[in-house]
């Protein structure tokens, strides 16, 4: 194993049972953290106490230094900016350092550190960046996107050396890939009364969002959208249940894209199954073959002057979605 990380699923990525294999095939030992708390992003939206704003994001990296991860791994860029945003509130004021030692006592969750830099919140996409999980990706992907259109949602991410180069490493796979940065509205679309199970006082906000998305992966003919935040999948997916839209793009998170690339079941169903309703033979996995010598356009993809072989097979089709309307 290259790394090993603790990481936060978060509400969205908990029910993934692939969590774990995908990030060994990255080359990444993860630990996931079993007893997690919602990160406070949704109701520090409505009460922006300091419990909500900073103690429940904390709670989660306390357990992280406890297990010995100065840094807590995260697919959402909601949660890990709300760790973020309240490491600088304590650092920024004693009695706040104070205020948050006392309430992270009853979780077990005292922070060994708190000094920016030497521990915080990390992104998915910085993890995929680094060159020696970028080879691993290229690698030991069983798929190959050849003559795929994908709209790559960054949401609210605003690295775009990193973006960059997620962008070539799909490049490399043959796909063509277009951006949509706009805000999904985030945690400000998620409801914390739990009787209004579909968020019925969003629905207006949700909607367009949704159509928005939707009108944009229209205009740039992309099979599908993947979502580099959990957040962002979770708003399109309230859109999907609460649109009146009869046709949309498939929505695919990120982790599960990666594992959809290295052919692992369960993943990447909802780009599969479009396949077959279009009337084409389901795509199916071929064989790997034996590690190739380095290419030029793998090269390119910005993870590595000397490149990385990839051992990937192209798919029989393409596929596409219904014209919107």
């Known amino acids: 194993m290259n790394k090993k990380i603790t990481y936060f699923p978060g509400c969205v990525e908990s029910p993934n049972k692939n969590l774990k294999v995908i990030f060994e095939q990255l080359g990444i030992e993860v630990e996931l953290i079993s007893e997690w708390n919602c990160c406070g992003a949704p109701p520090s939206h409505y009460k922006p106490s300091f419990f909500n704003k900073v103690v429940m994001p904390l709670i989660n990296l306390g357990i992280s230094q406890k297990r010995g991860g100065d840094f807590l791994y995260s697919g959402c860029r909601v949660c890990v900016k709300q760790v973020n945003d309240a490491l600088k509130i304590i650092n920024s004021n004693s009695m706040f350092e104070n205020q948050a030692e006392y309430s992270l006592k009853p979780f077990n969750a005292n922070l060994k550190k708190i000094t920016n830099g030497s521990t915080g ?91 928005l998305i939707n009108q944009k992966a229209d205009e740039t003919d992309s099979d599908y959208i993947v979502t580099a935040c959990s957040m962002c999948e979770k708003n399109i997916k309230d859109g999907v249940e609460l649109s009146d839209l009869d046709v949309f793009a498939p929505v695919i998170g990120l982790i599960e894209f990666i594992g959809f690339l290295f052919g ?14 279009e009337g084409k033979v389901p795509l199916k996995l071929h064989e790997i073959p034996a590690p190739a010598s380095p290419s030029s356009h793998v090269a390119d993809a910005g993870v590595g002057a000397e490149g990385f072989p990839c051992k990937c097979t192209p798919f029989a089709a393409k596929r596409s979605f219904a014209q919107l309307t």
Request: glycine share 6%.
């Open 121 to 211: 919140a990390v992104h998915l996409i910085d993890i995929i960046a680094c060159p020696d999980i970028s080879k691993n990706l290229l690698n030991n992907a069983a798929r190959k996107l050849k003559d795929h259109s994908i709209l790559l949602y960054t949401g609210c991410y605003r690295d775009r050396q990193k973006i960059d180069i997620l962008t070539n490493i799909l490049n490399s796979f043959g796909a063509s890939v277009n951006l949509y940065e706009e805000c999904c509205g985030g945690e400000k679309l998620q409801n914390t009364t739990p009787v209004h199970s579909k968020r019925v006082e969003n629905v207006g906000s949700i909607s367009t969002f949704f159509k």
């Open 264 to 277: 692992m079941d369960g993943c990447g169903d909802l780009i599969i199954n479009d396949e077959a309703k």
